[in-house]
């Protein structure tokens, strides 16, 4: 099994500037890179200081410049707010750019705060059927010479321009969860990105078995991968993980709180939650962070990762984003690096 690191500019609150939050991001890419890494992964997202990243695309091509050897892949790319003509050249050109390291992750979104302003009425079976058209559009016109008749959007015989310098084009990732969902994936010649979020090994290992249904069914002469996308942090001790895990629950009430999309938002940040909201997010609790995400001692992460690995994932992705300070993700990751990525070798 494999590891990338996935990661944004995040904030909950305007303790850290914008130019502090990428300063971040870059030195936590490097030590992604120069740990030995398989791949960066970051997203886009719109109007929300939660995760800072409208265009993954700026972000991959600047990244380049700052590494050598990782993948850089969209972590993903919210299908509904793409033209297929545009997302296929933008794509192709960060690929360039990259010199052949580009990887596309594509999902239909998942804020609702989105949808509403960027396509207001749009539900998620609407996403849902525009990312199913986008991708194999998207395939063709990176071949080229391709005209498009579909129901959201139509074009005559277009190719894209450039085309990808990776034989075959850009290898493409479906954010998967439904049985469905891992279907189309498979059978597109595209690979699996499944995030279990703060649900536990019963969830992970369905993922995984309908990921294998999926090949059996649709993988003939295909080799499709599956990357699982967790948080998970490392400590030095037991009270360093038990204040991880308090961060880590921290964000998913705020993750909660913006996927519900309920509460006032001023200047793209949420109102800020009690300490009597977020206890009573009982899913959310840090016993649960603790007991469903390799949140722990070296011994114990690895204990963790090392099943996943048994179950068949080909890449664990370490979503770091957490409401921590840069120190904290900064130790956590290099303790992964050094005392983790060991094991597997």
Request: hydrophobic share 40%; charged share 25%.
């Amino acid at each position: 099994m494999r590891f990338s690191l996935f990661l944004h500019m995040e904030r909950i609150d305007e303790s850290q500037s914008y130019r502090q939050l990428y300063n971040d991001f870059i030195e936590l890419a490097k030590m992604a890179d120069q740990g030995g890494m398989h791949a960066i992964w970051t997203g886009e997202h719109h109007g929300m200081d939660f995760t800072i990243a409208p265009n993954p695309f700026l972000n991959l091509v600047d990244l380049a410049h700052h590494t050598k050897n990782v993948r850089l892949g969209t972590g993903t790319i919210i299908a509904p707010f793409w033209h297929p003509i545009k997302l296929a050249g933008e794509a192709a050109m960060t690929d360039i750019l990259t010199k052949g390291r580009l990887d596309l992750g594509i999902a239909r979104g998942a804020y609702s705060f989105e949808y509403e302003r960027l396509m207001p009425g749009m539900d998620a079976m609407e996403a849902g059927g525009r990312m199913r058209e986008l991708v194999p559009a998207v395939q063709k016109l990176w071949k080229g010479d391709y005209a498009h008749d579909g129901k959201y959007s139509q074009f005559p015989a277009t190719t894209s321009a450039p085309k990808p310098i990776q034989e075959g084009g850009v290898p493409m990732w479906i954010a998967a969860r439904d049985p469905n969902s891992h279907n189309y994936a498979v059978e597109h010649g595209c690979n699996v990105q499944v995030t279990p979020l703060w649900m536990g090994i019963e969830e992970i290992e369905t993922l995984m078995q309908r990921f294998k249904d999926a090949k059996n069914e649709y993988g003939q002469d295909k080799d499709p991968k599956i990357m699982l996308l967790q948080h998970a942090y490392v400590g030095s001790d037991a009270d360093d993980v038990a204040e991880a895990a308090k961060s880590i629950s921290r964000f998913y009430c705020y993750f909660g709180s913006w996927f519900k999309n309920e509460r006032p938002v001023t200047q793209g940040l949420i109102k800020p939650l009690s300490d009597e909201e977020m206890a009573k997010m009982e899913m959310y609790a840090p016993e649960k962070m603790l007991e469903n995400m390799p949140i722990g001692t070296p011994y114990q992460v690895i204990k963790k990762l090392k099943h996943y690995e048994a179950l068949g994932y080909d890449e664990f992705s370490f979503w770091i984003d957490s409401s921590m300070t840069y120190e904290q993700k900064r130790d956590s990751l290099r303790r992964f690096i050094d005392e983790v990525m060991p094991a597997f070798s």
